[in-house]
């Protein structure tokens, strides 16, 4: 038995992040990529482009 360095949760196997080297259980990362879950969000907000945390202004102009 493994624990996850996650979700510190006992699992069968575990796998290390290619990134920061923790140990991660296949339902914490992408077991094909070696890539923890926090590597992966690490990663998405340097492809730039996603900002979730952004909410798009629409200014509305009154031309009547
Ligand atoms: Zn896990
Ligand atoms: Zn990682």
Same mark, same amino acid.
């Not at 482009?49 to 979730?52: A, D, I």
């Given at each position: 038995m493994s624990k996850c360095e996650i979700c510190n949760q006992k699992v069968k196997t575990t796998y290390v992040c290619d990134g920061c080297g923790a140990r991660f259980c296949e @339902?914490? %990362?992408n077991v094909k990529k070696l890539t923890c879950k926090d590597c992966i969000s690490y990663d998405e907000e340097i492809k730039g %482009?996603? @900002?979730?945390e952004q909410e798009i202004e629409i200014e509305i102009e009154d031309t009547e």
């Open positions: @339902k914490c %990362g %482009g996603y @900002k979730p």
